[in-house]
């Protein structure tokens, strides 16, 4: 009787302890842009220009944002003159310090005035490359939000943009399933959008597991390329039975 029950025991227990995927296991699938961000105002300025809208496309290093910048411009030529005339004070300093005319002291005071002007011209040119925003890479406009002639503060978003040419797929899968589940390994997602399969293939594994759900985060890909696919869609995706 003892043998018999645990003969039935074992019996049950096979297929979970293969960990195979059940034809009724539905396993829901997000697509995500593999690159998203939000662009945000370094400076407190009025927007110039705005050279994308909504869904628009864009290319790497693109011009997105300009800002006025007529406040700051101004400022970089106050501070390139008077780098000038430090310059030229130090230099007449130099020949004097020769002919003995000046101290040593004085010919360091004005090294020091030179190279603080020059600190000022560097400090003031970078503050004016924050007053164009360029595309960090290719994709499009998820979501404006600020328009032309706004006056922003710093950190204000301006838009959200992604990289939808590298859509990945996240996935939540029983724990059990890394026994079987690789790197490579191919499946399907049904877009419930488009109500269509598309392939695709295992990019990476999670590195923990959930104790509680005894699940684990996965991401894949779509191979191929399909322009109708956008970051957001979801839909369920289908693993090959396993045999083991």
């Not at 004070?89 to 000046?102: G, N």
């Not at 005035?113 to 960090?136: M, S």
Request: aromatic share 4%.
């Amino acid at each position: 009787m003892g043998k018999a029950w645990f003969l039935l025991v074992g019996l049950a227990l096979a297929p979970i302890l293969r960990a195979e995927p059940a034809a009724d296991t539905e396993i829901r699938a997000q697509l995500t842009a593999r690159n998203a961000t939000t662009l945000s105002a370094e400076l407190a300025a009025v927007i110039k220009e705005l050279t994308v809208r909504d869904g628009e496309r864009f290319k790497k290093g693109q011009l997105l944002v300009a800002f006025d910048c007529s406040i700051q411009q101004a400022q970089l030529e106050k501070a390139r003159a008077t780098a000038q005339g430090a310059a030229k004070t130090y230099e007449v300093d130099q020949r004097l310090a020769k002919l003995e005319s000046i101290s040593v002291l004085e010919v360091d005071v004005a090294a020091a005035k030179l190279g603080e002007a020059k600190a000022d011209v560097a400090l003031t040119q970078a503050g004016l490359e924050k007053c164009k925003i360029a595309a960090p890479f290719d994709g499009r406009v998820a979501e404006l939000k600020a328009q032309r002639h706004q006056h922003l503060k710093v950190g204000d978003p301006i838009m959200d943009v992604l990289d939808d040419g590298q859509l990945e797929v996240k996935l939540i899968v029983p724990s059990p399933w890394l026994r079987w589940l690789k790197s490579g390994q191919a499946f399907s997602v049904h877009i419930d959008e488009l109500d269509r399969d598309y392939p695709a293939e295992v990019a990476t594994l999670g590195a923990r597991i959930d104790p509680v759900s005894q699940t684990v985060a996965i991401l894949g890909r779509i191979t191929g390329k399909h322009a109708e696919l956008l970051a957001g869609m979801s839909g369920r995706a289908a693993f090959p039975n396993q045999t083991h």
